[in-house]
């Protein structure tokens, strides 16, 4: 994450001071079971993909080690007060609602496939590819992009998990393949059938070079299953977003 290299007491402060509060007062409250959303960030640059939960953590952004700080909290926290948890590493997380009902809806937002999304809406003048040089197959990043109701669903299936007794556990959150950043480049452009303008820039500092998730225990221990494995529809559901977005915009004028 480049901006908690820009500001890491403000990633620090949000993501593990704060959620030290959390624990805290989810603990003196009597509550016993803990979702937590952690991230494939803990996981560095690894040195192979894909990556296993049993993978040593090992950041190379605040924002990755802000995170695994809360994960070691929350180890410890349920070890001394019986906290069962579920803790769920994100990969990617993209697209929207596919009934359009919700979505990501940050301003100046980062992620690859709104901002690209945007630029064929021409609500950017331009994508920047970030580095070219990466030991990758085109020298571009390479994520594993799961899609956001993949990942709620996740959520609930983490919850039925633990209140039918289940463990504390960490689970990777992903589909097991990755694309580059240029083949999302590519990919947005087909769905909207709209040639954007991209630029290559120099590579951001706490960029890893790619990072695929193993979910393989995901989907035995939580009965996680899928539906939206599929990177064109992913990228049409956020394309509707944000045609939703705009139209609302206009609805309030």
Known sequence: MPD???????????????????????????????????????????????????????????????????????????????????????????GADPSCRTGQSTKNATQLIKVAVEAALGRRSKLDIYGTDYPTPDGTCIRDYIHVSDLVRAHSDALRYLRAGGASVTLNCGYGHGFSVRQVVEMVKRVCGVDFKVEIVPRRPGDPAQIVAACDRARAMLGWTPQYDDLATIIAHALAWEQTLRRRVRMDR
Request: hydrophobic content about 40%; some cysteine; overall charge positive.
């Open 4 to 94: 908690s290299v820009r500001d890491p007491l403000g990633y620090y402060k949000n993501n593990t001071v704060n959620s030290r509060a959390l624990i805290e007062a989810a603990i003196r409250a009597g509550v016993r079971q803990f979702i937590f959303s952690s991230t494939c960030a803990v996981y560095g640059n690894p040195a192979q993909v894909p990556v296993t939960e049993d993978t040593l953590p090992a950041p190379i952004s605040p924002y990755g080690w802000s995170k695994l700080m809360t994960e070691i909290m929350l180890r410890d926290a349920g070890i001394a007060h019986g906290l069962r948890h579920v803790i769920l590493r994100y990969f990617n997380v993209a």
